[in-house]
């Protein structure tokens, strides 16, 4: 039963990191309470929640706690403990439920899901160990992608096989995890969708994203993506039919590959607020954030519209003393750093979000500035 949650509530959120921050940011303008289930003291969540709790995801005192204080309870990432995610269903109210979580935990169930929301994957087999890897992978042959089915992020857990002679490459991949190995794309750009649906199935698209990878990690997101106005089309009905397939409450990343022949392959799922969604808090009359308070709250949803194009860029650990020197230099930047104490390389610290009449000229003026050359 989908409830209506009001100002003043208390909103719960499992995950103290930058999306949970974000979250809690939007929900905080209407006036919401927010509390935190977070492992660390200082996170960027916690800076700025109501309630914090400090345990580990699938403690269950710190869950059945978390439980006690919210009116709804929500997630910022999907590597919460599924089990622990199911018995707070029990206890509390957890709009999104815990099934998404449990499909988009594994990449074999995520394929199997958007395969039969009708949308395409490229082909694939599953291996639960290394010689089921061998004696398989000449049905999809090479080059290919091995990945574990459960933990990768940013490329972590996978390795590209070039050739037979690259196979032992990927044995240590199965230490942890039974694996997929998908044929490579050969994409001509990688975009993305964010949709996000409430409980009586109000559904919306945030504009599609182009997104820029540098060493597999998020550079930069194009708003609108440079595409064709039909495959622009194709990516928005395919985030459609995967949230109806799933009956999504809350927000789903849907990450693409457009092929050259414009045609689209669904890569993989967030079941939350994404990355490459960050430009709709300045470019759109509705963030990913804010969108999905309400969705979790049972409001009706704003149907989104872009302001304006934009583009932005993520603060890597090394960029952030680079965009602080420049700081004067670029009025017309919007800085968003997540309240993260150290700054490590190649650890997500912020983000900035340009608006602009074009694109190209705002490229080169991030280029040429320097922050991100290393
Ligand atoms: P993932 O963790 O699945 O998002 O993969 C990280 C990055 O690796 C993607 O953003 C792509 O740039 C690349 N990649 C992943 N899978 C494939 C594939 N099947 N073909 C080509 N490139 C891929």
Known sequence: MTRMIYP??????????????????????????????????DSPCGQVADIRIVAQYDDESALEELAEVSDVITYEFENIDYEGLKRLTEIAYVPQGAELVRITQNRITEKEAISNAGCPVAPYIVAKNYDELVSQIELIGYPCIVKTARGGYDGKGQQQLNSKEDLPLAKDLFEHSHCVAEGFVPFEKEISVIVQRNGHGETYCLPVGENIHVH?????????????????????????????????????AVEMFVLENGEIVINEL????????????????????????????????????????????????????PLTNSISKYPGWSVHLYGKAEAKVNRKMGHVTILTEDIDDTLKQIDSSGIWSE
């Open 8 to 41: 003043g509530q208390t909103i719960g959120i499992i995950g103290g990191g930058q999306l949970g921050r974000m979250m809690a940011l939007a929900a905080k303008e209407a006036g919401f309470k927010i509390a935190v289930l977070e492992p660390s003291m």
């Open 216 to 252: 597999h990690i998020l550079h930069e997101t194009i708003v609108p993506a440079r595409i064709s106005g039909e495959t622009y089309q194709k990516a928005i009905e395919a985030a459609e039919k995967i949230a109806d397939y799933l009956q999504l409450v809350g927000t789903l």
């Open 270 to 321: 967030a079941p939350r607020p994404h990355n490459s969604g960050h430009y709709s808090i300045e470019a759109c009359n509705i963030s990913q954030f804010g969108q999905h308070i309400r969705a979790v709250c049972g409001w009706p949803l704003r149907k989104p519209k872009m302001l304006k194009p934009s583009i932005m860029v993520n603060l890597l650990g090394q960029h952030v003393v």
